[in-house]
């Protein structure tokens, strides 16, 4: 993978700008791009390489965005704002740590989705993507026709009679604020023991790239079991539209 095509992956995949530091940065992370002198990405190469493909990135200062995202620069400096007021009032370490629920699922359940690890929303409500803006419920009841439902039994309801289990790959994490790149010393669920026991299991689905990303870190893929990376549900990808992010995630059923 050359090294506009991994910022064009993230970009894409995070589906928002981001500085050419933060680019940077994640991709030293994840590794999809290696120097031959095998020196980290810099944020000046960054630059100078989303300058050379203005047909792909838009630039805005030193905040990078696909061109068909458009710039999201004041998104991001609010987002990073309440990341600093949030460490403002946190008093305690141990509020950093953030844990994952138990999974959805029953004996029949075919197709796992596998977020990273729930937002702080839902952690507070004790439920599956619970934020009014994450699309996760809307996108499962319009590619497979259903209403969408209101109450969280019923949602619990629909997916287990669409033989469709939820999860996230992370157990434990440190993290600020609900952000996937701001998760740090995460813990992974038992997934192995899950796949064991779910006999019926042949779709993983990943809800976002960092939660594709931590289970290739811990875990094995399957050969008897298709793997598909799909767009996250997120609020933080709201520039992917509705019928695209439809799209994208109907690929689940053929």
Known sequence: MTLHEAIEKLLELTGRSMTTQQIADELNKYGWYKKKDGSKISAFQIHG????????????????SLNEQGSS?????TTSSKQKTAKKATTSPSSLTKKSF???SNSDTTILIL???PGDTSLEQGEYYSHPRNRFWKIISKITNRSTPQI???????????NIGIWD?????????????DIMDEEPNDLDDFIEK???LNIIAFNGIKSQILFD???????????FNLPSSSPANASIDFEKLCKLWSTIFR
Do not use: C, W
């Open 169 to 181: 790959v992370a157990h434990k994490v440190k993290r600020m604020g609900s952000l996937d790149m």
């Open 217 to 227: 870190k811990y875990f094995d893929r399957k050969k008897e079991i298709k793997y």
């Open 102 to 104: 138990a999974p959805i």
């Open 152 to 162: 969280y039994t019923e949602k619990i309801e629909l997916l287990l009679e669409l």
């Open 198 to 200: 779910h006999k019926n």
């Open 115 to 117: 977020g990273t690890m």
């Open 73 to 77: 620069k004041s998104q991001t400096i």
């Open 49 to 64: 390489r989303t300058k050379n493909y203005a047909h792909l990135f838009n630039r805005d200062g030193s905040f990078v």
